[in-house]
């Protein structure tokens, strides 16, 4: 659109030079032409005052008659001559305020062209500002799905912790730490107490750790169990054959590891633990891929998002619950709270 402005403004600038150009030739022809008339009616007046000189100093009748007659037909074509020039004067000043009317149009059509620019380019500012509201709304739409989402989770946790007995404490043994985790797809069910890991439905009990095993979960294809030790490791096991595959360590996580969760397509790990940082490993090779920095206290519990997105909720001891983007590292979002839960 700019182009077609620029080309059609060249185009209506070239015309009026055209006809400037016509005018001032219209303007040099006039002036000629008034020149050549004031040199005539000079050359009429010497002739004329000759002609006066000539009858002073006596001629004789017929001569008188035919000067008169000459004075006559002079004196005619002064008046005429007079009466062009006068017409020249005033086309003249006809075509002084042509040129100046059009001089007008020229400097309204280049205020106009500012003004179209000015309105393009508020335009276009307008357009950027409905854009970012339109990106604000948007991620102010995703907080709220998250915070549904979270609010959800909670309530389908203590609605487990209410239902299944298995998660509420032994009255014979208070000092023992249980966790449990279910397989995704079959009902092989594993929990944890001191350093053992127990494959309820294989019977079989696993001495996974040197130290306590304070969290167990399953991978979305239930072939892989993930636990979290008090020894500051994250063991990766066949859920099968219940043996060790892998092990991940962060550095400088020396503290122990209170919680641990994998993403539903099994490629990330992610454990958290008393030294207020999350780790998140990559699975298969066990390099670090993020380590997401921000709770002012133990990290109790972690959760990846179900809809496939790469942010994952963490809760603290500092009464907040982070949203943080494990594609990047970066903390999309802090809720605070009274109490966080734990499971």
């Not at 022809?29 to 002739?47: K, P």
């Not at 449990?180 to 001191?194: D, E, G, I, M, Q």
């Not at 969290?215 to 030790?229: D, E, M």
């Not at 790990?269 to 090779?285: A, E, F, H, K, P």
Request: net charge positive; aromatic share 6%; glycine share 6%.
């Amino acid at each position: 659109m700019e182009k077609r402005d620029r080309t059609a403004l060249a185009v209506m600038a070239e015309r009026v030079a055209q006809r400037n150009r016509r005018e001032t030739d219209g303007f040099s022809a006039l002036i000629g032409s008034y020149q050549q008339i004031m040199s005539q009616l000079h050359y009429l007046s010497t002739q004329n005052q000759r002609m006066h000189t000539a009858d002073i100093m006596g001629t004789t009748d017929k001569t008188i008659q035919m000067k008169d007659e000459q004075l006559m037909q002079l004196q005619k074509r002064i008046y005429d001559m007079e009466g062009v020039g006068k017409g020249m004067e005033k086309e003249m000043h006809g075509l002084r305020y042509v040129a100046y009317i059009n001089h007008i149009p020229l400097a309204c059509r280049r205020l106009t062209t500012h003004r179209r620019r000015r309105r393009e380019e508020l335009n276009r500012q307008r357009l950027r500002a409905e854009l970012a509201e339109q990106e604000a709304e948007d991620f102010r739409r995703r907080v709220r799905d998250l915070e549904h989402q979270l609010i959800e989770k909670s309530k389908m946790m203590m609605q487990e912790l209410m239902l299944d007995p298995s998660n509420q404490p032994s009255l014979d043994n208070t000092s023992n730490n249980t966790t449990n985790a279910r397989h995704p797809t079959t009902s092989l069910v594993s929990s944890s107490s001191a350093a053992d890991v127990t494959m309820l439905q294989h019977g079989k009990c696993i001495r996974a750790h040197a130290t306590e095993v304070n969290s167990v979960c399953f991978s979305g294809s239930g072939k892989v169990a993930f636990t979290a030790s008090s020894d500051g490791t994250v063991r990766a096991w066949d859920s099968f054959t219940c043996q060790a595959k892998a092990d991940y360590r962060g550095l400088g996580m020396s503290q122990p590891l209170i919680c641990v969760r994998v993403s539903e397509d099994g490629e990330l790990v992610l454990g958290t633990g008393c030294d207020r940082i999350c780790q998140v490993w990559r699975v298969g090779t066990g390099r670090i891929a993020h380590t997401l920095l921000g709770h002012k206290g133990k990290v109790y519990a972690a959760e990846f998002m179900l809809d496939g997105s790469p942010e994952v909720l963490t809760g603290g001891a500092d009464r907040s619950i982070r949203v943080w983007d494990v594609s990047n590292g970066r903390n999309l979002k802090t809720f605070s709270c009274r109490w966080v839960h734990v499971q």
